[in-house]
């Protein structure tokens, strides 16, 4: 299973934090957000990664060559992430995961490893670990039926919702 990083954006709500270093590079502690999330992939077993870049890209890379030389990291370069979002990023990744399964992540969340051990012993073909909060503006909306199937919301009758096959909650 290859581990999709999505690390594009410009984070600009966080400026000036953000003016010189990319958001997933933002330390919390004694690492930053990026290092976090490979360490707790690395510890669940993953050795394949691909990082979708943008923003400040140069700085991603040189430090996940430095941090971890040994890893399988494959680099995508999104030009045009000033307009775009994670779904062009998420995009650019298709011709290293068409038909290949993958663990999809942003580069920018805090989570406990066992998160990732949890998704990967699941029985299930599709699984999406979420967090249950008040929403903001630009957060990812979705609903959740009884049988816990995961829709996400039609803004406009052209839009079509995405329907996962099997999709369950993990705790």
Known sequence: MKAVILAAGIASR????????????????????????????????FDEFIIVTGYRQQQIVDF????????????????????????????????????????????????????????????????????RHELGEEEIKVIVDLLESVFVPVESPLQCPVRPRRTRWCP
Not at 20 to 34: A, D, F, M, S, V
Not at 67 to 92: A, C, G, H, K, M
């Open 64 to 131: 996940l060559q430095a941090r971890y030389p040994v890893q399988n990291i494959t680099f995508i370069y999104n030009d045009r992430y000033e307009s775009t979002n994670n779904i062009y990023s998420l995009w650019l990744t298709r011709p290293y995961t068409d038909g290949e399964e993958i663990l999809l992540l942003d580069s920018d969340i805090v989570f406990d490893p066992q998160i990732v051990e949890k998704l990967l012993d699941s029985d299930k073909a599709d699984i999406l670990a979420l967090n």
């Open 14 to 45: 966080l400026r000036p934090l953000t003016d010189t270093t990319p958001k997933c590079l933002l330390k919390i502690g004694e690492r930053c957000l990026l290092e976090r999330a490979f360490d707790a992939l690395i510890q669940n077993g």
